[in-house]
């Protein structure tokens, strides 16, 4: 069966990922920061968890050395996030700005770096990168977040070059949206059911070819702006 690697497995998006994909008997590795306490994730039969925070290079490196003989061909960068959502104009943590910058657009390409040669094997292999459409700078008719909005930009500058220069190599590479849906940093008041959110994905995932690589989706496979 084909495996998978999720990064932010723990909870939310990731996490009903790590349910989907080993109900359908692939072999899933998930990431936590604190593997301990990570029990929903460590309740689902068949997921092999992992200490990994997103920001620490040396973890990326311990994991890496862990699936030294791995055959990955889904990668996963969902880990990320939210920074001070309600900060206003004139209040901005510069601080708080960079480390979201850090995790949400250097930290996915620097695992991403770490498990491509895990992927090698695969002649049609996909990497995601959870993004959002607050990245979207043609979408954006709201202003303010912008931590959030300028990482998740930078995220999708990275997918359309990284899938520019892994073109060669036949691994495509996509930016999802995964739309507004009940998860921690969705909140509760969400419309849209976490399971609904990945089943689609995956869907999406499976019909992804070379032409989609470097372009932008929401979770329904509708085509978005950058």
């Known amino acids: 069966m084909p495996t998978v690697l999720i990064t932010g497995a723990n909870r939310g998006i990731g996490l009903e990922f790590a349910r989907q994909y080993a109900a359908e008997g692939w072999t899933v590795h998930g990431s936590a920061r604190d593997p ?13 968890v992992h200490r990994l925070d997103v920001g620490d290079a040396a973890q990326i490196a311990a994991v890496a050395v862990t699936l030294a003989d791995a055959k990955i061909d889904l990668l996963i960068n969902n880990a990320g996030v939210s920074g001070a959502e309600n900060a206003a104009l004139g209040e901005i943590d510069y601080d708080t700005w960079l480390e979201v910058l850090r995790i949400n657009a250097l930290a996915p390409l620097r695992v991403t770096e770490a498990f491509l040669p895990r992927m090698a094997h695969a002649p049609t292999g996909l990497i995601v990168f959870m993004s959002s459409r607050a990245g979207s700078i043609t ?9 959030y909005r300028t990482s998740k930009a930078a995220l999708n500058a990275v997918v359309r070059s990284l899938a520019l220069d892994l073109l060669p190599r036949g691994i495509n590479c ?8 009940r998860t921690d940093m969705g909140g509760a008041v969400a419309p849209l059911d976490p399971e609904e959110s990945v089943r689609c994905m995956r869907e999406l995932f499976r019909r ?12 329904d496979g509708r085509e978005l702006d950058w």
């Open 174 to 181: 996509i930016a999802m949206h995964p739309g507004w849906a």
């Open 208 to 219: 992804v070819e070379p032409h989609d690589t470097g372009h932008f989706f929401n979770y």
């Open 36 to 48: 301990e306490n990570a029990t929903a994730l460590n309740g689902i039969g068949g997921v092999t």
């Open 139 to 147: 979408s954006n008719i709201a202003g303010s977040r912008y931590p």
